[in-house]
Structures are given as structure tokens and as C-alpha cells.
């Protein structure tokens, strides 16, 4: 009875084939790495190259691999094949808007450019070929493709359909920090005063004070609104979808509940009045099916594009130039500090992931308010001396 080859074992054979009239000679190993757990027929790999010593490095690499378990068979799959596959099996759990972005990068930046390379031959020196080939894109586009690549590839990887991730250690474009342009107490005023008796009234306020993100804004229900304690739960944001407005958790994933200062709960509560007389003139028109705190004029969900035209109009009224309607979280976010909230205290408030990225943020503006307390406090002792 012959013996069969124990896991790892392999063979080398010189071989001759005829090719044009001329024979060729070459060298091939066979080694042995696991069993078909169906028919319990072995499982083979075989290695070619030109020198007896070449193949024999590629099978005792490969043997070390099977013995210590790390062994992962080639697959003849390419990068297009399994992005399908992984788009279709594995990005359910994905918020719509984030699988929207993963579709745009990979029909636009990764199939066009990586589709037709095997799974198996995806080295990381073209990873990193592919992003320094994105150089037109913004840094943090560019991530975002990166971030898109790396998860289908750790897939992959989980799935043993490739021994390790060529996305690791990918060196990526700097980020610039982006410039934080909070509105001054002048100009906030302004704002707030251009705005009185327009649609937007009572959102810029609310906006300004709480530092919520518009999204989180415009799915503002009214039963996350407690009057009675004084609070706010921000359980969820209204994004436009492939196929309409769509409730989605907050971007950290996470509910928080805020305790806003009195005048946010004010504007609340005019804004529960003013929706009121909407309703009343609306008639049977009016169709706030979700109970949104702000809406259209007939009780549907604001759009994010037109409280965005609103809004630019309102800042030219108000001679404000190139502020976007996110500056007023930025506002919020300054202002909380200016008031002695502790970084903790505005990442919680804000929904910020970690303390260290609010830090990173607007920590800089602490340093700037510490820098001008001394400098009052210089002038005062100034003062008292020349008494």
C-alpha cells in the first residue's frame, strides 16, 4: 500500500516540454497542503521556475507556512470579482450614506484601476502605487478610498482568501487641519437678528447653542424634546438617500441627551407655536407623518439643500461672508469653552467619538483664551502699580 504524503511534504521533478520545434527544461515542486474535507483526496500546490534551487525555496516557504498553520491557498479571483461579492454579502450593517460613498470609490477609483488584478497578487508596494496615484484628490478623499480598500481587503484576509492585508502600513496623504471660523459675538447677533421671521428662525438659534449637526437638526423629533427636564435626545439624523429622506443614528453611532441652556428650550417652544399656525394654514395639506421639529410649510422634512440656499442668504444680509451653516457648531463648540465646559463635557454635548479628537479640534482655542486671561491680567496689575 503506498504511503500518502503527510501535510507539507512535497516533491521535485525536472521536466522537459516541446515548444516550437525546441525543448524546454524546468523545474516543478508539488507539496502537499491539507485534504478536500469532502472527499478526503489531497490538496496540492505546485511550483515552477528554472532552477532546482528556486522551486525549492518556494516549497520550504510554503511548507513552513502549512506546518505553522499560516498557509493560505492562491485564489484566482480578481479585486473586481471580490469587491462584487463583497459589496454584495458584506456591507448590509453600512449606513446608507456610507455605503454610497464605499460605491462612488470603488466604481470610480478601484475597479477602474485595481479590478483586473488577482485577489491573490495584490501586493502592498501597488496599494501604495494605487494611492499615490489619487495625488488629484483631497487628502481626505483620499482616505476615504483607502478606508474602503483596507475593509474589503481585511475581509478577505478574515475569510483566508489572502494570508495578510496589502493595505497595512500604507503611507497616506497629511490631513490639513481644517480652519475653524466660529462666529463672533457681533456677528451672532447679526445672524440671529436677520433671521427673525424667516424659516429659519428658530433652527439657527437651536443650532448656535447646542452645536447640533444639521442632519441631527432636520431629524429632530418631537418627542425627543422634554420640556419638563430641559433636555434634548439626539437619537438620530435625517439624510437624503438614493431613494429619499432616510432616518439613520447619529454619526458616532450613539444617542446622547443634552441638557441645552434655557433659551435653546425657548426657541423650542416658539417653534412648537409657529408650526402650529403652519399646520392651521397647511389644512389637510399638512403631512408631518414623523413629528419632526422642523419642517416644510406643509409639515414635510426640510431640505438639506435649501435651508443651506437660506442660510447664504441670511449670512449676505447679515454681511457675513463664507460662512456655512457648520460653522455654527464650531460657534457652539467655542463658546462652550469660552463659558469653562470641560473638553469632556463638549465632546459628550457634541457627539464627538473620543475627548482626544475634540481636543485636537478646538483645543487651540483654549490655549488662545488662557493666553489672553494673562494678558488681561497683566494690564490689571499694571493698573494697580501705577496707582
Not at 145 to 155: D, P, S, T
Not at 210 to 224: F, P
Not at 326 to 346: P, Q
Request: charged share 25%; hydrophobic share 40%; glycine share 8%.
Amino acid at each position: 500500500m503506498a504511503r500518502k504524503n503527510a501535510k507539507g511534504s512535497g516533491t521535485i521533478r525536472k521536466k522537459t516540454v516541446a515548444r516550437g520545434g525546441k525543448e524546454y527544461t524546468y523545474w516543478e515542486a508539488r507539496i502537499t497542503t491539507g485534504r478536500d474535507p469532502g472527499t478526503g483526496k489531497q490538496i496540492q500546490r505546485s511550483f515552477t521556475g528554472k532552477t532546482q534551487k528556486e522551486v525549492r525555496e518556494k516549497m520550504q516557504a510554503a511548507a513552513v507556512e502549512v506546518n505553522q498553520g499560516t498557509y493560505t491557498a492562491p485564489q484566482r479571483m480578481t479585486v473586481r470579482q471580490w469587491l462584487d461579492i463583497w459589496q454584495r454579502d458584506y456591507t448590509g450593517s453600512l449606513k446608507p450614506s456610507t455605503a454610497a460613498i464605499y460605491r462612488n470609490n470603488i466604481n470610480n477609483h478601484i475597479k477602474p484601476t485595481l479590478g483586473a488584478v488577482r485577489l491573490a497578487d495584490l501586493h502592498p508596494h501597488t496599494v501604495q502605487g494605487f494611492i499615490n496615484g489619487l495625488s488629484g484628490l483631497a487628502p481626505s478623499s483620499v482616505r476615504l478610498v483607502y478606508k474602503n480598500l483596507h475593509a474589503m481587503l481585511q475581509k478577505a484576509v478574515e475569510l483566508d482568501y489572502i494570508p495578510r492585508n496589502p493595505a497595512d502600513r500604507c503611507v497616506l496623504p497629511k490631513m490639513e487641519q481644517e480652519e475653524i471660523k466660529p462666529l463672533d459675538d457681533q456677528q451672532t447677533a447679526a445672524l440671529l437678528a436677520v433671521a427673525t421671521g424667516t424659516p429659519l428662525e428658530q433652527i439657527i438659534p437651536v443650532a448656535l447653542f447646542t452645536g447640533l449637526r444639521v442632519s441631527e437638526l432636520l431629524g429632530l423629533t418631537w418627542d425627543a424634546v422634554d420640556f419638563q427636564r430641559g433636555t434634548l435626545t439626539v437619537n438620530k439624523q435625517l439624510i437624503r438617500g438614493r431613494v429619499g429622506d432616510v432616518f439613520q443614528s447619529p454619526k458616532s453611532g450613539k444617542s446622547r441627551t443634552i441638557t441645552p441652556a434655557p433659551a435653546v428650550m425657548a426657541a423650542l417652544r416658539k417653534q412648537w407655536a409657529r408650526q402650529s399656525e403652519m399646520q392651521l394654514k397647511a389644512g389637510p395639506m399638512w403631512d408631518n407623518l414623523h413629528s419632526l421639529v422642523f419642517t416644510g410649510d406643509a409639515g414635510g422634512p426640510m431640505n438639506r439643500s435649501s435651508v443651506d440656499k437660506r442660510f447664504r442668504a441670511l449670512c449676505a444680509a447679515a454681511g457675513l461672508e463664507g460662512v456655512r451653516f457648520h460653522d455654527l457648531r464650531h460657534t457652539y463648540a467655542v463658546n462652550a469653552i469660552r463659558a469653562g465646559d470641560d473638553i469632556k463635557t463638549v465632546q459628550a454635548n457634541m457627539g464627538h467619538a473620543t475627548a482626544a479628537f475634540t481636543l485636537d479640534k478646538y483645543g487651540h482655542f483654549t490655549e488662545r483664551m488662557k493666553q489672553d486671561s494673562a494678558a488681561r491680567m497683566e494690564s490689571f496689575i499694571k493698573n494697580v502699580l501705577n496707582l
